[in-house]
């Protein structure tokens, strides 16, 4: 009999487990026509709007709404400008801040401005001269993605690098 | 009981009759039932040999006063069709009978002279069930002003059956938009607030945003990109000519000018920072007005000049915060939940407007000026920047809507809504729109 209940419950864990490996499997979820998988913790993380300035020099970084704190990703891209800009020393870039359309227009101005220092001065704690760097916020006025969504937005707020001669 | 219940029920029957004998308006409850009223083409009498040209500006007019008083939400203009008397003979001597049996409770009635060089528009405010005129004036002018006097009589007209001063001989200054939703063409613009006598003020060479007029409307204070540089600028409307405010070493934004036109208040960023700083125009003199490491924009000053509303995000997201003109004394007034911005104070000094975000939703509100009694008065999926008529009544502000993934179906909408949050209605422009803001009373 205490067999017969081991077997039992023995049954009833793996019918467990596999109803739970059953939802662990899914990882993307599809909000509308976007695909949620290239956002992480509200930041962009795909490659789909990111041009390069050198062969492995991404030259755009993304926030999360309404905020203008780098990530570990934000980082590693700015280390490989700074890198590629320690051996271009005659290049100089601008930097442009950039915010979605979900916010009021004045105050993205001043994320905007607010999201390229961040780049600015991370680029500045490598070793890069302010003198090589300017800033321009464009507020939420130049989207990259022209569409309304959580896709389009966290692909619109970004800090891109531009060569400024 | 019942008997003295039946006496005050007569009692106040009859005295609400008698009060109907002078027609007025409370424009501060909600819900309010249009006063009708009948607004009679004004009669040429003509003296040149351009008769239709002149027979036209007659009814133009009341067309003016009757679109004017119709979009108020106050008013409904009655038929002409209807209308048994002729507008010469209407202006002499009303029959109020017939008026009367049309329903109208007012009329108006007016007189047209026009020769080349001179305009003289006469009109008369007729009180229809108490058979008595109320109001009678007459204006000389230049042709070409007619539509200013038209809208000028609206406003006459308003005062004196709400008691409240108008806002239609005002001007409304906004940015015209087109073009792809990511690489918008803007240009700044102007207009009657009846939509009519578009101008374009910038060739849209350069993003321009957020204009504002100073107390006289003759000067706009606005944020472009001229050079790729952003700054403030002011412009002078007759003139055209613009120049930058200052020299800042960095981006100037989001300005307004002081109540007594002196002053240009703005954000300017510096190391990522936005702090408020004023300009003096005469002195060139700049004032720092908040010091803070958070972003401190969109100011606006109390009508007194003493007290200005500002845009901090301070306490970690955005929220309404009032100070002292001099930056001293800084107190947080929005509490409630979600974020706030755009804050802009009523001329009439109570109230402050405001957008509001919450649950992914937007919406314009006011509240008293030390944050009490929050009143969200719409809702929608993208709105925001109210500006106030000059007489704290109504609200004009922009909307954009969702769009494809391409950028397609997106629009942006000049709107108004009365303080009441009744009456809300598209103000139509010749182009897609953003940014308005209202002039004073151009005739004070």
């Known amino acids: ?165 | 009981m019942k008997n003295v219940f039946f006496l005050f029920f007569l009692f106040v029957v009859f005295f609400a009759k008698s009060s109907f004998a002078l027609v007025e308006i409370d424009i501060t409850r909600g819900n309010l039932n249009p006063l009708p009223i009948a607004v009679s083409p004004l009669y040429v009498e003509s003296k040149s040999s351009e008769v239709l040209k002149e027979l036209e500006v007659g009814s133009e007019i009341a067309k003016i006063i009757e679109t004017n008083l119709s979009r108020s939400g106050l008013f409904s203009p009655l038929e002409k069709d209807s209308f048994v008397q002729k507008p010469d003979i209407a202006h002499l001597k009303p029959r109020f009978e017939d008026w009367k049996l049309i329903k109208a409770q007012a009329l108006i009635t007016g007189k047209v002279n026009i020769t080349s060089e001179k305009l003289r528009i006469e009109f008369r405010l007729w009180d229809v069930l108490a058979a008595k005129e109320i109001m009678a004036l007459a204006f000389t002018t230049v042709p070409d002003n007619w539509r200013r006097v038209a809208h000028i009589i609206t406003d006459k007209i308003y005062k004196r059956l709400t008691g409240e001063d108008g806002y239609f001989d005002t001007r409304i200054i906004y940015v015209a938009e087109k073009g792809p939703k990511n690489q918008r063409i803007k240009k700044l613009a102007i207009m009657d607030q009846d939509g009519k006598n578009t101008k374009y003020l910038t060739l849209g060479n350069e993003l321009v945003l957020t204009p504002r007029f100073n107390p006289t409307n003759q000067m706009v204070t606005y944020m472009s990109y001229f050079r790729n540089l952003p700054r403030v600028y002011l412009l002078d409307i007759e003139t055209g000519v613009q120049e930058v405010v200052g020299e800042f070493p960095g981006m100037t934004f989001a300005p307004r000018f002081s109540p007594d036109g002196k002053k240009i208040i703005m954000s300017f960023a510096k190391d990522g920072n936005s702090d408020i700083f004023t300009m003096n125009l005469e002195t060139r003199v700049v004032e720092r007005i908040t010091e803070h490491p958070a972003i401190d924009t969109s100011p606006s000053y109390s009508p007194d000049g003493k007290y200005i509303c500002f845009n901090s995000d301070r306490s970690g997201y955005q929220q309404i915060y009032v100070m002292r003109s001099d930056g001293s004394d800084v107190k947080r007034i929005t509490f409630g939940q979600g974020i706030y911005g755009t804050p802009v104070w009523s001329p009439r000094g109570d109230l402050i407007a405001f957008t509001k975000m919450y649950k992914n939703r937007f919406y314009i509100g006011v509240m008293r000026i030390d944050g009490s009694g929050e009143r969200l008065l719409t809702e929608n999926y993208y709105q925001e920047a109210p500006s106030w008529s000059p007489n704290g009544r109504v609200l004009i502000f922009y909307r954009e809507t969702k769009s494809g993934s391409q950028g397609e179906g997106f629009s942006a909408t000049l709107w108004s809504i009365d303080l009441t949050g009744y009456n809300e209605r598209l103000v139509e422009t010749l182009t897609d729109a953003s940014d308005p803001s209202w002039s004073s009373l151009l005739s004070k």
């Open chain 1, 1 to 165: 009999m205490v067999l017969g209940n081991s077997i039992r419950s023995i049954l009833l864990l793996i019918m467990a487990a596999i109803i739970l490996s059953a939802c662990a499997a899914k990882t993307t979820k599809k909000v509308g026509d976007y695909s949620i998988s290239q956002i992480s913790g509200d930041t962009y993380t795909g490659d789909e709007t990111v041009k390069y300035l050198a062969t492995g020099v991404p030259d755009r970084v993304f926030f999360a709404t309404n905020k203008s704190i780098l990530t570990t990703a934000s980082r590693d891209t700015l280390r490989k400008q700074a890198a590629w800009l320690r051996e271009n020393k005659n290049i100089n870039i601008t930097v442009e801040g950039h915010c979605d359309e979900r916010g009021t227009r004045e105050y993205n101005l001043a994320l905007g401005e607010r999201r390229a220092n961040a780049a600015k001065d991370y680029l500045m704690t490598y070793g890069i001269s302010g003198n090589r760097i300017s800033v321009i916020s464009y507020g939420k006025e130049r989207p990259v993605n022209a569409g309304s969504g959580p896709l389009a937005w966290s692909q619109n707020r970004r800090s891109v690098t531009v060569k400024a001669n």
